[in-house]
């Protein structure tokens, strides 16, 4: 099979990547929330994206050096040759030495693959990937919990003076104050004003699933955005991200704010729902599993080190 490459060219390309997560969705950890890490600044270098197409100029393949996350996110056909996945791994690793000295650049990248993926899984490791989940104390490795639309949603109370709304992003200039708030939680200034205005522009967002809470002094104290994937065989969401800023923990704010989403995710369609997590962050499962979430896929994080440019 003839198997060529050629640039980025934008939007046009961003939805035949997402079209072809959905060709087989069970393969793929992103699907839903596409449209959320295809809005991330690793995008506005078009080298940080790989694209492969077979002689009919069908997208075969895609790869993203996603540097917000570490982490390279790609997709291939089921039934592509299985020479392209080789053909990723060995893209990404000739772009991860190229800017390791950069601002783009890191000295690891991860890959998340699930556990029933052994081909992928090979090829990782002949690629020199390791897998982290049993290193010692910084063994790490993840999950894909699912919650279907038979079990009810609770209801949880709001401390008093606290309300749960819609971010006001298109109509008001509430972003900065979300990226000020995403950046606190989770102790990172990967969360940009760009990237998040973009992620409202995308076809796919719909303004009322995009959730925070407001504190009764108006600061901004959680949020909880939600996708709705109509294109699916059975319309499903996922939630991605959520977070509740430390001043106002251990109130019950994440329950409150989770389950809203959720109420408003099956009132739009969805039949089930997704979310990823770290399988260590232990309050974050216990949230997950309180509204609902069942443990459906364990994901594998495989890692390679690029700290010595000629390793």
């Not at 995008?43 to 994206?49: A, G």
């Not at 190229?98 to 650049?105: A, E, K, R, Y």
Request: proline share 4%; charged share 25%.
């Amino acid at each position: 099979m003839k198997i060529g490459q050629r640039e980025f060219s934008g939007e046009t390309d961003k939805q035949a990547m997402i079209a072809l997560a959905h060709v087989f969705p069970t393969d793929n950890l992103h699907v839903v929330d596409l449209p959320y890490r295809l809005s991330s600044w690793a995008l506005d270098y078009p080298d940080n994206i790989g694209l492969w197409f077979n002689a009919e100029d069908q997208l075969l393949a895609w790869a993203v050096m996603q540097t917000p996350f570490w982490a390279i996110d790609y997709v291939y056909h089921p039934r592509a040759d299985k020479s392209v996945h080789r053909r990723i791994l060995a893209w990404a690793d000739k772009r991860a030495r190229s800017v390791l000295d950069t601002s783009i650049g890191h000295p690891m990248w991860f890959v998340n693959v699930f556990a029933f993926q052994t081909d992928r899984i090979r090829d990782l490791e002949d690629a020199g990937f390791a897998s982290q989940a049993n290193v010692g104390e910084d063994s790490w490795s993840k999950v894909l919990m699912l919650r279907p639309i038979q079990i009810p949603v609770a209801d949880y109370a709001l401390p008093a003076g606290f309300s749960i709304r819609s971010l006001a992003g298109r109509e008001a200039n509430e972003v900065e104050a979300y990226v000020q708030l995403h950046r606190d939680v989770f102790e990172s200034k990967n969360m940009t004003v760009e990237w998040r205005t973009r992620a409202l522009r995308r076809p796919e967002y719909q303004a009322d699933l995009d959730l925070v809470a407001v504190a009764p002094d108006g600061r901004l104290a959680a949020f909880c955005i939600c996708w709705l994937d109509k294109n699916a065989e059975k319309p499903c969401g996922q939630i991605e991200p959520i977070g509740v800023h430390k001043d106002f923990r251990q109130l019950g704010l994440g329950q409150a704010i989770l389950s809203e989403g959720l109420r408003r995710l099956y009132s739009c369609g969805a039949e089930k729902v997704y979310v990823e997590t770290d399988k260590y962050r232990n309050a974050a499962l216990e949230l997950y599993e309180t509204v609902g979430f069942r443990l459906t896929q364990d994901v594998l994080v495989y890692r390679k080190d690029y700290g010595d440019a000629h390793g």
